[in-house]
């Protein structure tokens, strides 16, 4: 409530706010105005509102980063949200660890660069509460934002030194109807870059160019009568009488030729790896209630042509938020994830 003093009676108030349209009103004396402002959604996204005040959205852009995971998953056929975050966000590097191979495989943030320090990560948040992303299902994540610079170490403490990467949670809303989803994906993964193998005379040629051993293998095999061998085998295999894998012992020496060549990458890799997800979520709410339940699950196939590599997750999770009073409201958050990594 307001009153105002205005010496003119043609006088005009200009009422503005941050975030709104603002208004001009031409001055009635004695009649009580009523003003609402209609919310102005360009101007909002001029403003950032941060742990300790609120700065023009200009001065932290090379700070600040956010992404909405349904622009950055869209259909892509990931099962983690790393991969999605993989090239999303500018200053984030994702990388796989050392000791991470196949289906499954776990990756790192890096925000601020590589330190000497153990542990030199960035602070990861999930609704606030540190965890870990890769048990996230990506469905269920709302958006994630990064804090880039050391001054947000002023809000989350020294841990945040590295960095800070917000994730938050799809949440249902009050009065929101009943919803179901469902939804799922399926692709194929496929190695890239596979060395292509140089066959045996190749091979050969090679060692001889490089003089090792005086022309001889390093078990007493003469590399010539080898390629000699070879040759000929090529041409006509029934000439030789062969044991086992293509293995000629030859008569005057004794010594085994190998002659069935192989291409060991084809041998260990198959053409591709089967992935799929399938996630199902319902939500909806009432005046004094909101609630959220999900489950996904994601299945992942390595490209080993034997026993395959595998990977899989089973991840569960449940929202519900209570108006109990006007001055009190009780949530509850539940999350589960199982992933079995062979």
Aim: aromatic share 10%; charged share 20%; glycine share 10%.
């Amino acid at each position: 409530n307001f009153i105002l003093n205005v010496g003119s009676k043609d006088a005009i108030l200009e009422i503005s706010y941050i975030g709104y349209q603002g208004q001009s009103l031409k001055v009635t004396p004695g009649k009580t105005l009523s003003v609402v402002l209609k919310e102005d959604t360009q101007s909002l996204d001029e403003v950032v509102v941060v742990g300790f005040g609120v700065q023009k959205k200009a001065n932290l852009t090379g700070a600040v980063s956010q992404v909405k995971m349904d622009d950055v998953l869209g259909s892509r056929p990931v099962v983690n949200a790393m991969s999605a975050l993989q090239g999303a966000m500018p200053g984030l590097q994702i990388t796989p660890n050392n000791d991470a191979a196949g289906p499954g495989q776990s990756k790192s943030f890096n925000i601020r660069g590589t330190t000497s320090i153990n542990g030199g990560g960035p602070l990861v948040l999930i609704d606030n509460v540190p965890g870990d992303i890769d048990m996230l299902n990506p469905e269920d994540i709302e958006s994630v934002s990064v804090l880039k610079d050391a001054a947000s170490a002023a809000i989350y403490g020294a841990r945040a030194a590295f960095g800070v990467i917000l994730v938050t949670t799809k949440k249902a809303k009050k009065g929101d109807g009943f919803h179901v989803n469902y939804n799922n994906n399926f692709g194929f993964q496929s190695s890239i870059n596979r060395p292509e193998q140089a066959d045996g005379l190749e091979w050969m040629q090679a060692y001889l160019g490089g003089e090792f051993n005086a022309g001889k293998y390093y078990t007493g095999q003469d590399i010539k009568t080898w390629m000699n061998y070879l040759t000929e085998y090529r041409k006509n295999p029934g000439k030789f009488q062969t044991t086992g894998d293509g293995v000629y012992v030859d008569p005057e020496t004794g010594l085994n030729y190998y002659l069935n060549e192989k291409d060991l990458y084809a041998n260990m890799l198959d053409d591709y790896g089967f992935l799929q997800a399938h996630n199902v979520s319902l939500s909806g709410g009432t005046d004094k209630l909101a609630y959220r339940l999900s489950l996904g699950y994601n299945s992942e196939q390595g490209i080993l042509i034997t026993d395959k590599d595998r990977y899989k997750r089973l991840s569960g999770s449940a929202y519900i938020s209570a108006e109990i009073t006007s001055w009190l409201t009780q949530s509850v958050d539940i999350r589960y994830a199982q992933s079995d990594k062979n």
